[in-house]
Every structure is written in C-alpha cells, then in structure tokens.
C-alpha cells in the first residue's frame, strides 16, 4: 500500500531533550517536505526536500534539521526543544515538487515541557 | 495581508446544500492544492489543479489563473462531508508551499 508513514504519533519530552520524528514514504517519491500545524495559524512549511542531498527552508525552520540521506526517509529533528514548538507535525510526499499532488503522514502530536 | 485567503472562515449547512469555498492568492503559483482535514484526522488531498476545472464524486474545484482564485464546490452536502478544508499554492519557486487558514465547514442532517 501506498503510504507516507511518521513516527511516534504522539511524544511528549522535556525542553532541551534531542528528539527525532521520521517520516518514510514507499511511493520513489522524489519530493518531502515537513509542515506543523497550530491553532489559529494553520499549516506551516518547516523544510523540503526536492531530491536526495537537497534540502531547503520553508518558511519556519528556525529550531529543526533535516537530512535527506536516502530517497524515502526524510527525518526531523529538533537539537533543543522548546515549548514553543508544542504542535502537530505532518510529512507529506509528491512524485515531484513541481505539479504533483500530495501525500501526507498521519501527523505526530509533539508536546514539550 | 496573507499570500493566501480563504471564504468564509466557517460555513454551515443543511444536508443537500451546494457548497463553495473560495480561496484567492497574490503571488505567481505552478499549482493550487485543496486538502481535507476531518477533525482529529490526518490530511488528504482532494485536488492539485494548475488550470481550468476537476471533478471527483461530488466535488469539483475550478481556478481562474488570470483572476489568482480558486473554488471548491460540495453538491448535495452530507454531514461526512463536514471537515476543514484548505487551500495551499505551490510557488513558482518550486518546492515551497504557503496554506490558506483553513474553512471549517459542519453539515447537518
């Protein structure tokens, strides 16, 4: 079956703890990208990834990195975390990042304390 | 003022009714998505256009290029139907991608 999967679906850690969030797609996807949701903001692009070793900022990356080693795994990770990024995560796939629609994740309900 | 706008904010309906959600932008765009969020849940995509008019089941989605507007239209309404639903543009510099804020739409039987 055709899916984008992310891991854990929910975490709750402390500030300052290193953590990761993966995010794999089966589908030779070329495109993936990193947005988080909030109430009353909406969606936000965290970073994308238009192929393997090409990665660039969307419009929130302040505080996350991203490696794009591999075609299908395309990892977050947050070196410190703070309150402040409390939020729902999603990872989404798409044949390419110009004209191709989009696969998500089942999101990852992220909680710092 | 956003790069993307969505009307209305909220929207209710009665089982049957049509359904517009429209969804305009400022900048140059390669594509306009519209995604489906139910509450809780995860996030599908309904349509990628870049011109013209799609239609899926009950859903068809237009955009007008000249105009930097979309519409999502819903016939003959089901309360299953009752989601948010968002509008997101793809950049012509491709790869980044900026959402509208989302309509929340309930329908009731």
């Known amino acids: 079956e055709a899916q984008v999967t992310q891991n854990p679906r929910y975490l709750i850690t402390v500030t300052g703890k290193k953590l990761t969030v993966t995010c794999s797609q089966n589908?030779?996807?070329?495109?993936m990208s990193w947005y988080r949701q909030d109430p009353g903001l909406g969606l936000r692009q965290i970073y994308y990834s238009m192929n393997v070793e090409a990665t660039d900022k969307g419009d929130v990356p302040e505080g996350y990195k991203v490696s794009r080693k591999e075609k299908r795994n395309f990892p977050l990770i947050l070196e410190s975390p703070s309150p402040n990024q409390t939020s729902l995560y999603f990872c989404?796939?798409?044949?390419?990042?110009?004209?191709?629609?989009?696969?998500f994740g089942n999101g990852t309900r992220l909680t710092v304390t | 003022k956003n790069e993307v706008e969505q009307s209305p904010q909220n929207l209710t309906a009665q089982e049957g009714e049509f359904i517009t959600i429209n969804c305009s932008y400022s900048?140059?765009?390669?594509?306009l998505h519209w995604l489906q969020q139910h509450p809780g849940g995860g996030i599908v995509s309904l349509f990628m256009?870049?011109?013209g008019k799609k239609k899926h089941g009950r859903l068809i989605a237009t955009i007008n290029i000249q105009e930097k507007h979309s519409s999502l239209h819903i016939t003959a309404s089901h309360p299953r139907d009752s989601a948010v639903y968002i509008c997101?543009?793809?950049?012509?510099?491709?790869?980044?991608?900026?959402f509208g804020q989302g309509t929340i739409l309930t329908v009731h039987p």
């Open positions: 900048v140059g765009i390669s594509a």
């Open positions: 997101a543009v793809g950049g012509t510099s491709y790869g980044k991608l900026t």
């Open positions: 589908m030779n996807h070329e495109y």
């Open positions: 989404a796939s798409s044949r390419t990042g110009k004209i191709s629609p989009l696969h």
């Open positions: 256009l870049s011109s």
